[in-house]
């Protein structure tokens, strides 16, 4: 996979030519505090201050929030007259710990961004950065989805998605030609995209927004258009190379983007299909959903497929510049084709019914599109989604819970035993 491929499929790089056909979107420029906070380091580092890694990862902290909204319910406490010593249910912490604690990060100019941009959207957006949502960490969420009503949410899901620190420490330096940026060289920095600037609210003029609803027709586009100018992705001899582990792509100047889209509820996972281009060519098609068994897809995808292939030919193949690449859509219930999202050929992008063998075979898209779906209920491809973390799955001997859960029946047995001698 080359660079310029790789930038090519970021959502603030396609979605203005693309707007009429998408999910109305707003894109924020992150400022490098947030990204030192998404990488677990101080957000404003202070200089000459002792360094901090031989003490262990830093805490999972929110940041702290300027409109007092959080993306927790206000903890319950029990009430402290059903409690013979209520004093020892408050004794947990003193004044002197709380000046130990490390200073929340604060975002105010992104937090009021980001919350003028989700208003814009109708009061719930899905985040995502250049290129990946954090899926992984929709179990964080109260309802199990990444849908945000506020910036607290947002942080919180960005903070906790390995997804997203894919986006921020490997996606680029998994390309075969990256070489990282000299110290000071500003890249990938909107010219012209319409993307808010943090701290400035939507407000209609300045956002990317405007695009057609995947639930209702599309309503006509009242803002610019015009296609964001290609990243450059040229370096100097004198670039040093990057290695993938480290944290030199908080502070390299590569500009990093927040993407909110509107968020629409009760959309069928069934009519989302990820679609193969190699050559310029569609090759394969496949459902997105490759987890579960839906008995209308069978018979339905016979009357989508004429409409992808449609879709590609008059919209995609003559505005995406790359050879090889993929490209999710959504088809709605009237046969309207919605286009999702780009991603590059290969890589860490899934080939969900397929292998990338199969979809690189030279002979492969000659005679007829093949078409993938999961034909019965035991052809299901579990494991290619993550939404759990392993531990919260795996309740095996020995596992995780299997432990937590015998160290918790013998502290419950010892407190039943110490009081029974007490009585």
């Known amino acids: 996979m080359l660079l310029v491929e790789l930038l090519r499929c970021q959502i603030q790089e396609w979605y203005p030519a693309f707007r009429r056909h998408t999910v109305p979107t707003v894109t924020i420029p992150l400022p490098a505090a947030f990204l030192r906070y998404l990488a677990g380091q101080p957000a404003h580092p202070v200089p000459d201050a002792p360094h901090q890694d031989a003490e262990g990862p830093p805490p999972f902290l929110l940041p702290s929030l300027a409109s007092g909204r959080t993306p927790f319910p206000p903890l319950h406490l029990p009430d402290p007259v059903d409690h013979d010593d209520s004093s020892d249910l408050f004794s947990v912490c003193d004044d002197d710990d709380d000046d130990e604690s490390p200073p929340l990060p604060a975002f105010p100019e992104l937090e009021a961004a980001v919350d003028a941009a989700i208003a814009e959207l109708g009061g719930a957006a899905l985040p995502k950065l250049n290129w990946s949502a954090p899926k992984d960490a929709a179990f964080m969420s109260a309802d199990g989805t990444v849908r945000c009503t506020c910036f607290a949410e947002v942080a919180m899901l960005l903070r906790s998605s390995d997804c997203v620190a894919h986006d921020l420490s490997s996606a680029r330096p998994s390309c075969q030609d990256f070489v990282c940026a000299r110290e000071g060289v500003r890249r990938n920095a909107g010219q012209g995209s319409g993307a ?147 991603n590059p050929w290969g890589g860490y992008t899934l080939p969900l019914m397929f292998t990338w063998e199969e979809l690189e075979d030279e002979k492969r898209g000659e005679d007829k599109l093949e078409f993938r779906v999961v034909m019965e209920q035991g052809a299901v491809r579990p494991g290619l989604m993550t939404a759990v973390p392993y531990d919260m799955m795996d309740w095996g001997e020995g596992s995780g819970w299997d432990v937590f859960l015998k160290k918790a029946d013998n502290e419950l047995n010892r407190q039943m035993a110490s009081l029974a001698m007490d009585s």
């Open 196 to 342: 808010n600037q943090a701290g400035a609210p939507s407000n209609g003029g300045g956002s990317t927004s405007g695009a057609g609803s995947l639930s209702d027709p599309p309503t006509e586009d009242r803002n610019e258009g015009g296609r964001q100018a290609a990243a450059d992705s040229d370096a100097s001899e004198d670039d040093v190379g990057q290695e993938s582990g480290d944290d030199s792509w908080v502070d390299d100047g590569f500009q990093y983007y927040l993407a909110l889209r509107k968020w629409y509820p009760g959309l069928r996972p069934e009519a989302e299909f990820r679609c193969f281009v190699r050559g310029r060519k569609l090759v394969g098609v496949s459902q997105r959903d490759t987890s579960a068994y839906y008995p209308s897809l069978p018979g339905w995808s016979s009357e989508v497929q004429p409409k992808i292939e449609e879709f590609f030919e008059e919209v995609v193949e003559s505005q995406f510049a790359s050879q090889n690449y993929t490209f999710d859509v959504y088809v709605r219930a009237d046969g309207r084709v919605k286009l999702i999202d780009f």
